[in-house]
């Protein structure tokens, strides 16, 4: 009879703290407003100009926790984070000479960690700002801000504390940097812990020209078994487009859609119970717009397990890629590569679950 007390006892405090940690988390839920200004470090003072070649980069770092030898938790695999700090130094390593061996003009960079226990606080932000040097401005947009998250059950390997987000390196001049909070969210308690997913906007002046280039950086809901999350995302970012299609701006749309672009939906068909990347409507984009991905790379790859390229449970998806306006000439990457499109730098997966993206593009008269 008094192994029971104490076994009630011991119940009744883990539901007790278990109520307590709901509690906090929902005491310090991170609720930003709709429209949230940013700011622009180290700002560049070059304008940008019609008839000119730039390029683009969009990448899914994977907080540098997301390499070859890594699985993950919610894909099927093991881990919640990386085993040690070297691990992730290493593939932060990786990314930073994927960024400087050939420098953009922009980076559109997803999952890229200011502070956290999963990357053992290492400072990405920082660091890869750093890296690029005085030339690049930076904004800074939070998608992931949470005190602690107790996923997996783990007293080791849980993801524990969290500020991740969007990041948009530029040469150019910036006038104006702005969060757009994506509408819709997990139910509660689950939302407290979890990401509030967003679009990071910046606007660059056109020399000798009344409109605007606008560069949408963003990373889209994922895990969402019921739709209704991506939708009114995609809603949104459909809404926002029309808007600056009437005012005759210059879009680009870059990020990780956690969606296969409609051209794309049967290159790499789903295995047994894996993770589904719905397909983009084949009516979204509104008129005056196209996507441009690479049909001959994968650009991620699921995390099941280590990186395995001949393994039959090896997962591959096209999420990550641009949205263009039709006031844009798309230009080939490079002498190889003849065709004017977006091209995916096939990586092997070595430092991110992604492979990055990049395209180049001029603006027309």
């Not at 947009?141 to 991740?164: C, M, Q, R, W």
Request: hydrophobic fraction near 40%; charged fraction near 20%.
């Amino acid at each position: 009879m008094r192994y029971l007390k104490w076994l009630l006892i011991l119940i009744l405090s883990v539901i007790v703290l278990l109520g307590l940690g709901v509690l906090l988390l929902t005491i310090f839920e991170y609720k930003p407003d709709t429209v949230l200004a940013l700011e622009i470090k180290d700002n560049q003072t070059t304008t940008i100009q019609t008839e000119t070649t730039y390029s683009v980069m969009t990448f899914n770092i994977g907080y540098a926790g997301l390499g070859k030898d890594e699985d993950f938790v919610l894909d099927g695999g093991k881990c919640g984070r990386p085993d040690s700090k070297s691990v992730v130094q290493t593939y932060l390593e990786g990314i930073e000479s994927t960024l400087t061996e050939n420098l953009f003009d922009f980076y559109l960079l997803q999952e890229v960690d200011l502070k956290a226990r999963r990357s053992y606080l290492i400072n990405q932000v920082l660091y890869l700002h750093e890296a690029l040097g005085d030339d690049y401005s930076m904004q800074f947009a939070y998608n992931f801000k949470v005190p602690f998250v107790p996923f997996p059950l783990s007293f080791t390997d849980h993801i524990g504390y969290v500020e991740s987000g969007l990041v948009t390196f530029t040469k150019y001049e910036v006038t104006a940097s702005t969060r757009y909070q994506f509408p819709g969210a997990f139910d509660w308690p689950l939302r407290v812990a979890n990401l509030k997913r967003a679009m990071m906007i910046s606007v660059l002046d056109v020399e000798n020209s009344d409109k605007d280039l606008y560069i949408i950086n963003l990373h889209m809901s994922a895990y969402d078994g019921d739709g209704s999350l991506r939708a009114q995302e995609m809603a949104l970012l459909q809404s926002y487009l029309e808007t600056l299609k009437e005012e005759g701006h210059y879009v680009i749309v870059g990020g990780d859609f956690n969606q296969t672009f409609p051209e794309a939906k049967d290159i790499y068909p789903v295995l047994q119970d894996f993770y589904v990347a719905y397909p983009i409507e084949d009516n979204f984009l509104p008129l005056g717009y196209a996507f441009q991905f690479d049909p001959n790379y994968p650009s991620c790859r699921l995390l099941n397990q280590p990186y395995d390229p001949q393994g039959e449970n090896t997962q591959y998806y096209i999420i990550d890629g641009f949205i263009v306006s039709d006031n844009l000439t798309i230009l080939s990457f490079d002498e190889i590569l003849t065709e004017a499109r977006a091209h995916t730098l096939d990586l092997g997966f070595e430092n991110s679950d992604h492979n990055p993206v990049v395209m180049k593009f001029k603006l027309n008269q």
